[in-house]
């Protein structure tokens, strides 16, 4: 392995997947406030010896709010939330509608829009229908090719399967091809 290789395989997982630095500086705000707030809290009570009374008169008014059932479901519920969404921040994979490989001197990196709509192009030209009545996408596994054929003219499933198949291959991304032709035509 060369050093570009690492190179090309460091700025392909960056182009691939999402940045958790947005997540990452909120948490860390929010957490420096709240440090700052309870490290001035105590060096006013250390350094305030009148203000003691008035921080433990604030403290008894927000214990007393606290112990309503209202506020204790309100606070709850924010708290699981920010807990299962800084949990499935960490945990899901966080991938981009990007694919990458290394060709030669060349790291490519291409959006699955881009891939669908060469695939929907390819089986439009194969099939000879309109390109409007082809749509695909393209999931991490699975592209999937739906065509409208023309009221009367039937399409080759197989022709499809073979041009999506053929598209996929020249672009060098292993997807499987699953083509689904419409029951109903359209008109032409």
Do not use: N
């Not at 947005?22 to 350094?47: D, E, K, P, S």
């Not at 739906?146 to 997807?175: C, H, I, K, M, Y």
């Amino acid at each position: 392995m060369t050093g570009q290789d690492a190179v090309y395989r460091r700025v392909l997982r960056r182009e691939t997947h999402s940045p958790r630095t947005q997540a990452a500086v909120t948490v860390a705000t929010v957490l420096i406030v709240l440090l700052v707030a309870a490290v001035a809290a105590g060096g006013w009570w250390l350094a305030d010896p009148g203000a003691r009374g008035d921080l433990a008169e604030r403290a008894g008014t927000l214990s007393s709010f606290a112990r309503r059932p209202t506020a204790l479901t309100v606070g709850g519920t924010v708290a699981v939330l920010a807990a299962v969404t800084l949990l499935a921040l960490a945990i899901l994979p966080g991938r981009r509608a990007r694919r990458g490989r290394v060709a030669g001197r060349v790291a490519l990196v291409v959006d699955d829009g881009v891939l669908a709509d060469a695939v929907a192009d390819a089986v439009a030209l194969r099939c000879g229908v309109a390109r409007t009545q082809v749509s695909a996408t393209v999931g991490r596994r699975v592209a999937t090719v739906r065509v409208t054929p023309t009221s009367g003219l039937p399409v080759d499933r197989g022709a499809a399967v073979d041009a999506a198949a053929a598209t996929l291959d020249a672009v060098g991304f292993p997807v499987t091809p699953k083509v689904l032709v419409a029951q109903r035509g359209v008109v032409a």
